[in-house]
């Protein structure tokens, strides 16, 4: 038997298990075995920082839509952000930021947006996105990252999907992607199909806004920039599981591929 042969038929099972599952699918439950530990320990730490955060706040923000936007040593940038997402059409929202741990910047003055920051750097950005979720009460809750940006009908338009009537659990918006210059590289809008997120990763959670359930919430494995699938994929497909999903073929997110990101290692295009 030649080398080449040896080969392919030790890649066989793997070969034939991704052909049935998906590669991202198979991944995610090496992740799941791998990273089990980090996952219990970021928990206690999740519960710990809620616990504390929820106890300075005079109540629990509350609106139609919580925007919660994770950040991390970025000010300018989270500044466009924020600004952003309170510029949006729909100003039924509160918008609570979440610092990982790195401290906040000087912030707009507005009755709609909350910022806190966690006592310690946790490096994953699920754990910052749930304490966000768990401090707001809202029906629908929307996401944005502090290197991103919302056109001002983001939220106009999820809404109008998810209010009508037999309407989905869950939509997400088409990606404007662009490069550290300001130009565009493409256009991300990919219709939801469960057996194709099995094998692409086309989902974003800056672009998706969801009915709140005890289904969302990121994943707490600590995932780095080597470590896919993202929590991204992790939480809509999980999402997706028991709730409908639905894709909206509108660009309303200004996407960043940004290779200097806290969180995910971007590769410029050649």
């Known amino acids: 038997m030649t080398g080449t042969m040896a080969r392919r ?18 991944f995610e ?13 970021l928990r206690r730490t999740e519960d710990a920082e809620t616990r504390r955060l929820a106890a300075a706040l005079p109540a629990p923000p509350t609106a139609l839509v919580a925007t919660v936007i994770a950040t991390h040593r970025r000010p300018e940038a989270l500044r466009a952000a924020v600004r952003s997402a309170l510029d949006q059409t729909v100003g039924d929202q509160v918008v ?7 401290g906040l910047p000087e912030l707009p003055d ?5 910022a806190v920051s966690l006592a ?20 629908y809750v929307a996401f944005l990252d502090d290197d991103n940006l919302w056109e001002p009908d983001h939220l106009e338009r999820a809404l109008a999907v998810l209010e009508a009537p037999g309407g989905p659990d869950g939509v997400y918006t088409a990606l404007r992607r662009v490069l ?10 990919v219709p939801y199909d469960r057996r194709r997120a099995a094998r692409e990763a086309f989902l974003d959670t800056n672009a998706f806004v969801a009915r709140r359930t005890g289904a969302l919430y990121f994943s707490r494995l600590r995932r780095t920039p080597e470590v896919l699938p993202r929590e991204d994929w992790e939480l809509i497909r999980r999402y997706a599981r028991r709730h409908r999903v639905r894709h909206v073929p509108h660009p309303t997110v200004r996407y960043l591929m940004n290779p200097a990101s806290f969180y995910t290692r971007w590769r410029q295009p050649s």
């Open 180 to 189: 550290p210059d300001g130009s565009e590289n493409d256009v991300l809008s």
């Open 9 to 26: 038929l030790a890649r066989a099972p793997w070969t034939l298990l991704k052909a049935l599952f998906g590669w991202l699918v198979l």
């Open 29 to 41: 439950a090496r992740n799941k075995v791998l990273l089990a530990p980090s996952a219990v320990r």
């Open 110 to 114: 507005d009755p709609r947006l909350f």
């Open 96 to 102: 609570m930021v979440v610092d990982d741990g790195a």
């Open 120 to 139: 310690r750097n946790t490096g994953v950005a699920g754990v910052v996105r749930n304490v966000g979720i768990r401090l707001t009460r809202s029906r």
